[in-house]
Each structure stands twice: as structure tokens, then as C-alpha cells.
């Protein structure tokens, strides 16, 4: 209903189409069938200009549109896995309705599925019941939303970003020209990419919230308030909220992140305050490390080069560098090794950064070379750092 809603108030004529007759009757009668603040004068602005309708008849909605806009629940079997039963409902519905048409028609699904979704079970059920091909005979897209129940129709209005997932050019052009008005970045990827977004940012929202209870109940627990302190991190949107630490990659490192998330937890543990979350973030770390060493070893090659040694690119600190830890694991392992790195001269490595190095790697000094070249000529393997 707030997709119908907010389309037809921006001017495109909108069928609303649902089973139940009883949703149906109250869209025609300019009624919101949910709660949402702002709906229901969309609706009834939608009927007053003969822009929007509804109706259960899913072949008539086809034959008399361009684009349908699967917005159907996906809710959780059992075993945690997607039911997509509603979703391979009405795309056999539509696909029997493309059929009996001779124009090009447009599939996009709005509802939360996962990767792989769209083509290995929406275009599939819609050629299969069509007898046509998607990307040729039929347009197929994704355009995940990013709304909020209470905030639903500003959400649309406004959102933090635009995301089309286009199997087809001509599918990704239709539907950039229908939110070019939307003040918001129009982003387009592959379907499966777009998949993938949706999912991560639902993912990241609810690792946010865990984040800040599990914050809250340790700051409880020593005597602060927890949301006093989480208001100052929301001011920092130079790091805390923003793109940094926020690209997939190796393991984190340092004199400050391992350090400052084993102190924290360990106070947690002593207070009794649970912190699943806090508490898998090390091992989490380590497995990062842990696959960069199975993918080495699953090569047949004993001769490795390690093209950066420090824990970040641009420094020289080596404490806690999960690189570091990973060079100790193949060394113990028998592989031989050379190590460059043009931020790190040994002779130049002092205090707590040379008790670490030597604790972990102590011929260490014979491992580094200054030359990037004969690191390379030498190894079989290249990790880059």
C-alpha cells in the first residue's frame, strides 16, 4: 500500500493488487488497510484523481501496466530459511498474464529475498508459465526499499539511497526515470548485488543495535550511562559513522582495537554481563586469519612472499599486525619466507614494536628485504598485506 501510495501521488497510475478483497475495498474506498502515518491521504489523493485502483484480478493488473512491483512478504520457515511461497505465487500469475501480451513487460521484486533469488526462482517461474525470455521478451529488475514502519512514506520520499538491480539495460533505464525525482543517489547493479545490499543493510542495522545494548549493559554495569555515551559516538561522523572500517577485507590489528576489545569484555566477564557480540568479535578476527592461512596452504608450494608486514598500510607498527601473526603460522609450519615492506626498516623498530616482533617472528631481521623484486623472483606465493 505505501509503494501504491507514493507512486501514484508522484503521477503514475497505479492497480493495487492483493487476494484479499477485503485490503482491496479499502484501497478503492481511499482507506489505509494498515496503520501508517500519512498513507491514508495518499490513498484517498490517489483515488480522488482516478490514479490509483485495486483489484484481485492479477491478469487484468498485467495487461493494463508496464511495470509490476512484486511487494509480497517472505517470512521465516522454521529453520530460519526464506518461505517464498508467495513470491512463486504471483510470479506464476504474472507470467501466465505475459503470455496473452504482446507488449514488453517489466518485472521488478521490491520484497526482501536473497542472493540468487531473482534468477534462480523469479525468472524461472516466470518463463517457464510465459514461454518467453527475461532480459528479451520481458524486463526483470530489483528494487529493494529501505522503509520503516511510522516512518514509511518520509522514508520513501527520502531515502539514503535508490538501489536498482537490473538484469536487462532497458529494465535499469525504466525505472531510474520513475525515481529521478527522489532526492537521493540512484545506484545500479546487478540484481544479485542489489540483493546482497538489501540484506547487508538489514544485517548492519540489527549488529547496531546489539552493538549499543551490549554497550549499554556494560555502561550499566560500571556506573554510566550507557545512552550518553552512545550520543557522543553519534556525533563523531568522522569515523564512527562513516565508510572507514568498513571495507571487507583481513583482520584488524594494532596496539589499540585487539587490546581495547579483550579489556573491555574481560570487564564484562567479571561483571557477569553477557556480550555474545562483543565476545565473538576476537574470534571472528582470528578466523580472518585463520582463511588467509588455509588458502596459502592449500597450495603445493612451500615458498612464500609477504608484501607488507605492518598492521595497516602507511606505518610501521607491527603490534598485533594480523599479518605478523600469520607469517608466525607458516613459519611454524616450515615455509620459507621474505618479507618486504617499504614502511618497515628494522634497524628502525624500537621498544614495544621490537619486544613484539621478536616475541612472535625473532629472525625476523633476516626476513625482510628491501627490494620488491626479489621477493617476487623468489616466491611461489604472494600474500599482499
Known amino acids: 500500500a505505501v509503494c501504491a501510495g507514493c507512486l501514484s501521488a508522484r503521477g503514475h497510475e497505479v492497480i493495487g493488487v492483493d487476494v ?30 482516478g490514479r490509483l485502483s485495486g483489484t484481485t484480478d492479477f491478469k487484468k493488473a498485467v495487461l493494463d501496466s508496464d511495470v509490476s512491483f512484486i511487494c509480497v512478504g517472505t517470512p521465516s520457515k522454521k529453520n530460519g530459511d526464506l518461505d517464498l511461497g508467495y513470491i512463486e505465487t504471483v510470479c506464476r500469475e504474472i507470467g501466465f498474464a505475459i503470455r496473452e501480451k504482446s507488449e514488453r513487460h517489466t518485472v521488478v521484486v521490491r520484497s526482501t529475498v536473497l542472493p540468487g533469488t531473482v534468477n534462480n526462482v523469479v525468472i524461472p517461474l516466470i518463463e517457464d508459465c510465459s514461454g518467453k525470455k527475461a532480459g528479451v521478451d520481458f524486463g526483470v529488475g530489483t528494487n ?3 522503509l520503516r514502519e511510522s516512518t514509511a512514506i518520509k522514508d520513501y520520499d527520502f531515502p539514503p539511497m535508490t538501489v536498482i538491480g537490473e538484469l536487462d539495460k532497458q529494465t535499469g533505464d525504466l525505472l531510474e ?11 545500479r547493479k546487478t540484481v544479485e548485488v542489489a540483493e546482497m545490499i538489501k540484506y547487508t543493510c538489514n ?13 549499554g549493559n556494560i555502561a550499566k554495569a560500571v556506573g554510566v550511562d550507557g545512552r550518553e555515551v552512545m550520543d557522543v559516538i553519534c556525533q563523531d561522523h568522522k569515523l564512527n559513522l562513516s565508510r572507514y572500517y568498513m571495507r571487507p577485507g ?6 589499540c582495537l585487539p587490546k ?29 586469519v585463520q582463511k588467509a592461512f588455509d588458502l596459502i596452504t592449500s597450495h603445493d608450494t612451500r615458498k612464500v612472499g609477504l608484501l607488507g608486514l605492518s598492521f595497516k598500510a602507511g606505518t610501521d607498527d607491527l603490534r598485533e599486525s594480523p599479518l605478523v601473526e600469520l607469517a608466525e603460522m607458516l613459519i611454524g609450519k616450515g615455509y620459507e619466507f621474505r618479507i618486504f615492506d617499504r614502511n618497515v626498516e628494522y634497524a628502525r623498530v624500537h621498544g614495544a614494536n621490537k619486544e613484539y616482533i621478536e616475541s612472535k617472528i625473532p ?19 604472494l600474500v599482499l598485506g
Do not use: C
Open 20 to 49: 484479499s478483497s477485503t485490503k482491496i475495498d479499502l484501497i478503492n474506498q481511499g482507506k489505509s488497510p494498515i496503520v501508517e502515518p500519512g498513507l491514508e491521504a495518499l490513498l484517498q489523493q490517489g483515488r480522488q484523481t
Open 144 to 146: 529493494p526499499e529501505f
Open 250 to 255: 583481513f583482520a584488524f590489528g594494532g596496539s
Open 203 to 215: 544485517v548492519w542495522h540489527a549488529a547496531k543495535v546489539t552493538f549499543a545494548n551490549e554497550i
Open 363 to 381: 629472525h625476523v631481521s633476516s626476513l625482510l628485504v628491501s627490494d620488491l623484486d626479489e621477493v617476487v623472483a623468489s616466491s611461489d606465493v
Open 177 to 187: 526515470e520513475i525515481y529521478r525525482e527522489l532526492d537521493a543517489p540512484i545506484i
Open 260 to 288: 581495547d576489545v579483550r579489556a573491555l569484555t574481560y570487564r564484562a566477564s567479571q561483571l557477569d554481563v553477557e556480550h555474545p557480540m562483543l565476545g565473538s568479535l576476537m574470534r571472528s578476527n582470528s578466523n580472518q
